[in-house]
Nanobody
């Protein structure tokens, strides 16, 4: 059974840092786009950072230079390092995996989702 389990969400002040983790369980191969999405209250879910099939990365413009996606293949874990956090980064952050999403930073086409972890940034 495939599972994605996020952790690391917390409440921090503006300018602070957090690292989110996503443990991937039950995947039989690595041919997935894997990444982080977020959803703020009243807003649609949006892509934050994604690993492509061949290791390339794609970031939302709003987080470029502040967030960094990485992974530890030996631990089957995906990370999101978030620096210089802003109040507008407040959201539930989700880990997701998909075989062939038509638009990489959009949630359509991602078949597997974690339960989400809350990130709150106060000013």
């Amino acid at each position: 059974q495939v599972q994605l389990v996020e952790s690391g969400g917390d409440s921090v002040q503006s300018g602070g840092s957090l690292r989110l983790s996503c443990a991937a369980v039950g995947f039989t191969d690595s041919r997935y786009y894997m990444g982080w999405f977020r959803q703020a209250p009243g807003k649609e879910r949006e892509g934050v950072a994604v690993f492509g099939l061949y290791g390339g990365t794609l970031y939302a413009d709003s987080v470029k230079g502040r967030f960094s996606i990485s992974r530890d293949n030996a631990k089957n874990t995906l990370y999101l390092q978030m620096n210089s956090l802003k109040p507008e980064d407040t959201a539930i952050y989700y880990c997701a995996a998909g075989r062939n999403p038509p638009r990489i930073l959009f949630p359509v086409g991602y078949n597997y989702w974690g339960q989400g972890t809350q990130v709150t940034v106060s000013s």
